[in-house]
């Protein structure tokens, strides 16, 4: 499967923005999907993860309160809504899908190495 970010971009502190990851390519199957982010000199992280289902969400402790994802699987896009940013949540946005099962639909993962798919990434920068 194929992912491809989209709707990063230059933003001030305090504002909002919304990532979109769609997949194409056998979008027939099941995946779980994360996010992660990767900041100049840093170590990729983990930012949230969405269960296939879109009933379990899990969190970063920098997430909480500020992020939330949503899944449209009719348009096979999901989606990271991110409010209140600060210029520490500059970095590369990455969406990740992991193939899943029916009986594990309600699963979410957050270690980046369990993940099959990447996407290439979409810069976000939040300037002071």
């Known amino acids: 499967v194929q992912l491809v970010e989209s709707g990063g971009g230059v933003v001030q502190t305090g504002e909002s923005l919304r990532l979109s990851c769609a997949a194409s390519?056998?979008?027939?199957?099941?995946?779980?999907m994360g996010w992660f982010r990767q900041a100049p000199g840093k170590e990729r992280e983990f930012v949230l993860a969405i269960s296939w289902s879109g009933g379990s969400t899990g969190y970063s402790e920098s997430a909480k309160g500020r992020f939330t994802s949503s899944r449209d699987h009719a348009k096979n896009t999901v989606y990271l809504q991110m409010n209140s940013l600060k210029p520490e949540d500059t970095a590369v946005y990455y969406c990740?899908?992991?193939?899943?099962?029916?009986?594990?639909?309600?699963?979410?993962?957050?270690?980046?190495?369990?993940?099959?798919?990447w996407g290439q990434g979409t810069q976000v920068t939040v300037s002071s």
């Open positions: 990740a899908a992991k193939r899943v099962t029916l009986s594990s639909g309600s699963y979410y993962y957050t270690q980046g190495a369990v993940y099959d798919y």
């Open positions: 390519g056998h979008t027939d199957n099941k995946y779980a």
